[in-house]
């Protein structure tokens, strides 16, 4: 993680935005603005946390045109339009720059099945698995533990951090990233009840579809997204989704949505483009959700959701001894509700 | 998965079932009915989607018998009681038929400790370990980087996918389906707090039992089943567990009872049989629920249930304004009841 | 697992109490009351169960000084103020005492890079991966699987269960518990939007910060600590992880708290001292709980808390009849509110 000084102009040469002040300025560090020292370059995206930054010793802040007055009192800055996205691309360029890249080639410890096809330039790590059939794109890079079923595919430049699971026949496109302990791939939850009352079981229905993820998809650690039944289980480009997420089989997640942690969508449910989900959230079976959709951490959404909007169902939280009277009052709500009535039409 | 061409009348020579129409029509793959192409057998287990039948393009489709007329007048057709159970069935003997076997024995890159009894017949792959006094029984199939404790036991033909850890001294019976990242035998979560107020804090307590599975269960992706504190923690014959579900420590979970994703059973609850719960539904600990209880998605059961049934216990969500206002009565909800009693006496 | 014949006088000699009765009542296992033989040692915690007493088979049992005279009258028994807490010690007592030690040193099939540190007595299990510049504290154990990162580290005595994953630069303290499938130091969920409506998409925020976690921290199987932005995301001293949590970037949680399983707490959430969540609980992110704040199963927290004190939100369930009426109604609750409002005003 060691590099040349880096200063303030460099920064502005690589990545755009207005340098104002002393463009010399060594940067050693990005930090928050509360433990920011002199070597640190901050970015302040809410103006609402403005009174920080006199007080902040950073080497240089990145800031709104509004904050620019502020800013240049203080020191040196970088006044972007969107500091928040601008401190996105700037920590990209950062890892970019200081991040050790893996060397090409397969640790002598990985097993490679004849019959798999690595590029050259992709990197398999210690223990890892690559099954027969299998093909590892250009740049690609497979952690340790690692296990790439038989005819599964990674694209170019996609990175799998440690013991990530993809099952067999499953692919993902290029530029992935996903952590560590994900599968992908597993069976979907599928059974048909065999017999009645209590000599009912269960006859599995073998999942023979696969997962299909795009291209710039991000997989959070311990995610798992099953495959299909017949059809496959459909990730489109430029998801994100967070840890410990479980997606059922048949599922399809338009591009660009993303899912905050212990999300789950069950079998079939049809996600639209540009929808997000709170941490949580629950999405049932064979729903469809339009483009556009937001929904809010543990909201439960039991139907479909025709008409872009933000849609929530959460119990809101009180003291323990309200919660309790409130909750029990619940419970009888319905014949509240009649009894009001009652009171109404005594009225007329 | 490649094998000879199959043909309709195989299929019903093997599961039964009334053929009507060509017993020669080839079969190349099973397909959804939206998706089906000229190679394709489909089932139609919902009159409901009756109306996809005349366009449909499969091969032939598998219909209950108030359905016979209108497969006939598209073409080949199996008439079975249950369309959905048959087809259930039916991926059960595909698979049977197309799956690669796993060569038996054991991999050279597995590390099996001596001690370790393995039956000739069973399959341990790539990079996984087998501990001293473990049992792998015939047919048994132990995926790559499985971890298998000291004194576990593998009952016949279960198969372990990738990464499965069967803690020491668990045992899972015979025709069990474990995936990947699935954790058998970590420690129940037990703490005896020791001081009080500021100066508390937690004394382990260890977790001395053991998991005991049934045969015929199934396990998703990155669930976990803790070992008990002192008895061991029971999961009867026939159970399916979906992903991400947590099951603590001393649960007993009753025989053909089904969990959907991200199910948590907490310690020392006692479920019955041919139970189910819906995805994330949370079971609280050291409560009892009979046989047949159901409980919907997302509910929180919080005392026992002595009466089978469907339990349900969900917000029902709203767009986000109209849940914001009633949230926000919801909790003033008690005193609503006070008002409303103090209406209905003065009207008396 | 074998030992000399263990006697009632020789649990008292190591961790106190009062010895009642035959003190050469020879102990073989520690049991539950209702499973206890003739060589069971008992705990009886909640006096509710004292009628269980009488009918115990247990060789010995542990009661509290309110329990004596009972106790006598069926056999041996030890007295100790706190039997929960005592049965706490002698569990751990009887582990170390009972289980097999690992054996120091590293297994022939794990890769350890140059330059990692590994103290003599460490041990580090088959297949285990340890990067360079990871340092391994004394007596500390590396299970099967595990992956330590280039300059992470486990402090003295911690013990790591199989396939965790520690990410790079990732710290856990000393005498330290976690179990299977952990991963801590997966990065963050971070996201920035670029462009907007049906153009936009989400550039990464480079996770660049690490997970800190201090002594006498325990963390259950499948559970996430994600790695901080900037900062680093910290977990205190004394701190109980449950299974299958997920803890955001730059959370902080303080010392002694404790999470049941399935908790999920969003990025940046800063929780106190001697805290506890139940199963399912959703902490949202950048809030603060003072200390001593305890969350109820399934409960979404929403906003700070700055008093002490036990906070609920759960929908309580019911037969599912009755619960959709009142869920049904629950979404007019605001409407009801103002039509007893008006009727209110009629009134007076």
Known sequence: MAAEP???????????????????????????????????????????????????????????????EAALARGPAIVAA????????????????????????????????????????????AQAY???????????????????GEDASVGEGTRLAVRV??????RIGARGIVHSGVVIGADGFGFALDGQGDEAYWQKIEQLGAVRIGDDVEIGANTCIDRGALADTLIDEG??????IQIGHNVRIGAHSAMAGCVGIAGSAKIGRHCTAGGGAIILGHLELVDHVHITAATVI??????????????????????????????????LRDRLRALEKKQT
């Not at 690559?130 to 790439?148: E, F, L, P």
């Not at 998801?239 to 410990?244: H, Q, Y």
């Not at 169902?313 to 014949?335: I, V």
């Open 165 to 170: 699971t993809l099952g067999e026949a499953c």
């Open 302 to 335: 039991t139907r479909s959701i025709l008409k872009p909007g933000q849609y929530s169902g959460l119990f809101p939280f009180d003291d323990n001894a309200s919660w309790e009277k409130n909750a029990a009052t619940l419970r009888q709500l319905h014949g």
């Open 6 to 68: 880096l200063r303030l102009a460099d920064i502005v040469a690589a990545l755009g935005g207005e340098l104002c002040g002393d463009g010399q300025t060594v940067i050693t560090r990005l930090a928050p603005l509360e433990s920011a020292d002199a070597g640190s370059l901050c970015f302040l995206a809410n103006p609402r946390y403005g009174a920080q930054l006199s007080a902040c010793l950073a080497a240089g802040v990145i800031v709104s045109p509004s904050m620019r």
């Open 82 to 125: 969107d500091p928040y996205l601008y401190f996105a691309r700037l920590t990209q360029w950062w890892v970019a720059r200081m991040r050790r890249q893996p060397v090409p080639g397969v640790h002598s410890s990985a097993v490679v099945e004849p019959g798999a096809r690595l590029h050259p330039s992709a990197s398999v790590a």
């Open 239 to 244: 998801v994100k989704l967070d840890n410990l």
């Open 130 to 148: 690559i099954g027969a059939g299998a093909v590892i794109g250009a740049g690609a890079v497979i952690g340790s533990h690692c296990y790439i």
